[in-house]
């Protein structure tokens, strides 16, 4: 564990238990600031440390992709006073919902921050699109990319610009470098909409800044031996942290959970990973293991699993160091072996 990490969880332990001991708490968590994901919530709450704590919709182990807004999201989306996502491109759920709250509540658009790098969906070669209701999810309008569900209209999305906006992967916090314009921006505006507590934010995002910094070093070096070993993933989710680390990942293919009903199915898939040299394959914990059983069985390839969106994790500051690094300890523990 890293020591920083720990120092500062001890002194917002301390912090805590001195605010319980007494006096008036210094904001409840009413502070009326709701993220839609765990990963950027894991940011959020690191700028907002002892002074609130930030509201998360999409909470368990579900999957943003497939997420529907409960009634008592939407009763949060009314009380807030500034809410954090990534875009139509990624959580397509809330497109809606947010067009609706009436100007009530800032919106801030992460996918549209000036400085954040956006990287497009791939196809082709071993890449198999995202195509809805695939990618290992069991639900239509698996969204990667796809505004085509009430996303956000663009007005320049005419003719001429294909698909352009349309085919961004949302995953962009798995760029430490978006992780740390992420923090910069949500400081920035949380500033805007709480001044009393400015600096407490700025000084927070420094702190965090510096630790993403150190974490991104940190898995650099962890990383530097497997960066060039083949495979392949379950959904193209990993562009980010691929383009980072200088990962070779070869394809992505997508999963159903009706793959055994398709005998023709499951070979074109095995042989898609034969094809592709991959030396493992990586899962995710929404996909059953049978499946993945299934079309590797009899196969040379290691296995292992990826969360990229931290649905296996406890929601909190300390998810988007814990979700790096158990990416890059994955990948290290099946594309080092032998
Ligand atoms: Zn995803």
């Known amino acids: 564990m890293d020591l920083r990490w720990f120092g500062k969880m001890v002194s917002a332990f301390s912090l805590l238990s001195a605010l319980m001991l007494g006096g008036a708490p210094a904001q409840a968590r009413e502070g009326g600031v709701i993220v839609s994901v765990k990963p950027v919530h894991s940011l959020v709450a690191g700028v907002m440390n002892g002074v609130g704590e930030p509201g998360l919709l999409v909470r368990g182990g579900e999957s943003p992709h497939t997420y529907s807004l409960r009634p008592s999201d939407a009763r949060m989306l009314d009380d807030a006073r ?22 009530d509540a800032r919106i801030v658009t ?63 916090w798995l760029d430490p470098a978006n992780a740390r314009r992420i923090v910069e921006t949500v400081a920035d505006a949380l500033g805007e909409v709480d001044p009393a507590n400015a600096a407490a934010y700025r000084s927070n995002a420094a702190a965090m800044i510096a630790e993403i910094e150190a974490l991104e070093r940190e898995l650099d070096q962890r990383l530097g031996t497997v960066r060039d070993r083949p495979y392949v993933v379950f959904h193209d ?3 980010y942290f691929e383009e980072a680390f200088g990962l070779n990942a070869v394809g992505s293919i997508t ?20 094809d592709s040299g991959a030396s493992c ?29 931290g649905t296996s994790l406890p929601p909190g500051r300390d998810l988007y160091p814990t979700l790096m690094r158990a990416l890059a300890e994955e990948l290290v523990a099946c594309l080092g072996r032998g």
């Open 281 to 309: 394959v990586f899962s995710e914990p929404l996909i059953e293991a049978r499946l993945i059983d299934t079309v590797t069985e009899g196969l040379d390839v290691g296995r292992g699993e990826l969360d990229p969106e």
């Open 110 to 172: 992460l996918s549209e921050v000036p400085g954040m790098t956006l990287l497009p969906v791939r196809e082709g070669g071993a890449w198999e699109g995202h195509v809805h209701g695939g990618g290992g999810h069991d639900h239509a309008g698996d969204a990667h990319g796809h505004v085509a569900d009430g996303g956000h209209e663009h007005p320049d999305e005419g003719h001429g610009h294909e698909d352009e906006h349309a085919s961004i992967d949302g995953h962009l």
């Open 237 to 239: 989710a990993y562009r």
């Open 82 to 103: 500034i809410v954090f996502w990534i875009g139509g491109v990624f959580e397509t759920f809330l497109a809606r919902p947010l067009d609706s709250l009436a100007g």
């Open 255 to 274: 999963i159903s959970p009706d793959i055994q009903s398709g005998a023709r199915r499951l070979a074109e898939i095995r042989q898609r990973i034969v």
